[in-house]
């Protein structure tokens, strides 16, 4: 009996032998296996290390990795092959010519350098309906990175006050910034034909003057419809392509008054100021004519020179003539200066918004591109599209007066 009893226990070590031996077989098995599908467990020490994924194809959706216990990171979307070969669309809601079609000719050339891959840029123009007939093709576009446009920013506002289409959802878009949204670093004035008038009081007790824009809801029609509110003596018109239609109107005496006298189109019309074709009124903005206006323009040199002795900041100008109320709607807008709003279509990815609006900042920033549009006496005051959203806040956030008075401006009352 005593015999049988050591037999077993000897028996029962030598199976308990055997199946560890069986199981580290198995592990190293394991451990050195070729299978790429297997992932190994991370070790305590590292236990934080994400696990190898799959590599990203550009356009297409991120794989989901299975579920392990360690944390697991995304790959980030190889932006090179994405846009490497590829070309991007800029359109532009204005006509040929105009300040808006010569910031998107200016980006077309330097925005590449700033998008990895380096893609070609085409510009195309798609004008009408005070550029919403851009902004609404822009909702059948590629949602890729391979479509922007350029709409204006009075139209967006009217989305932010309810006041626009129904199919324009102004939140929707995904804001690039403007070029020269910055209406602090910039200058601009109204003028009046000199044929019709020789200051500002006959501007004011005369009329009425006919003032023509592009569309109510661009930057100008929106304040030529403060204008009105406050009782100054005009007509509006609209229906004009761009701003160079504009100017030109302005010069073949179609119109009365503009705010196209600015130092740009006074080099494209050198006879308004060196033939006193033109007569200043008053301006806002920065009317430091050292700082803001280029030293050889004739604008500049008449401030300096006092020609013109009634021309300062219209809150000085007018301040008999609007509210407060009014004074804080018109600075409220005012504040987005500029008229060209530069978006992606709805629906493009976050990651692919992010770069092309770092791209933005980088090109309208560079100095390649600002001397470009010094060359073409282009003003560049540079928004984010974070700020060109914060700046719409300020719109939010007037007292009841203020919005609507903002409102009636729009076209909303």
Known sequence: M?????????????????????????ALAGCGSDDPTTVPVAPAATATTAPPTATLEPGKPTPVPKATSAATAVPPRDFISHWKGKTVVISVGYSPGGGADAMA???????????PGNPRIVVKNRPGGGTSLNARDMLQRPADGTYLGQFAQGLMVKGVMGQGEDWFKWDDYNYLGMVDGAQEASITPVCGRADKMSNLDDFLNGGPWKWGDISPDTTGGVQ??????????????FGFGGSAEVAAAFDRGEMDLTTRCNPTYAKTYPHWFENNEVIPLFAWGNLD???????DSPLADGMRDGRWPW??????????????????????????????????????PDDIVKVLEDA?????????????????????????????????????????????????????G
Do not use: C
Request: proline fraction near 7%.
């Open 311 to 348: 021309f300062g900041d219209m809150h000085e100008t007018l301040k008999d003539r609007a509210t407060p109320e009014q004074f804080a709607a018109f600075d409220a807008f005012t504040a987005l200066g500029g008229t060209h709003v530069w978006a992606l279509p709805p629906g493009v």
């Open 224 to 237: 030529m419809n403060w204008f009105k509110l406050i009782d100054i003596p005009e007509d509006i018109y």
């Open 105 to 115: 000719r200016m980006l077309a050339i330097h925005l590449p350098k700033f998008i």
């Open 2 to 26: 005593h015999v049988r009893r050591s037999t077993i226990k000897i028996a029962t070590r030598a199976l308990w032998l055997v199946t560890l031996m069986a199981l580290g077989l198995v």
């Open 360 to 412: 933005f900042w980088e090109t309208v920033n560079s100095a390649g591109y600002l001397e470009d549009m010094t060359i073409r006496e282009r003003m560049v005051a540079p928004l984010s599209g974070d700020d060109t959203r914060a700046r719409i806040q300020t719109m939010q956030d007037l007292p009841p007066l203020g919005k609507a008075v903002l409102e009636k401006m729009t076209g909303g």
């Open 289 to 295: 004519p050292d700082v803001q206006i280029p030293a």
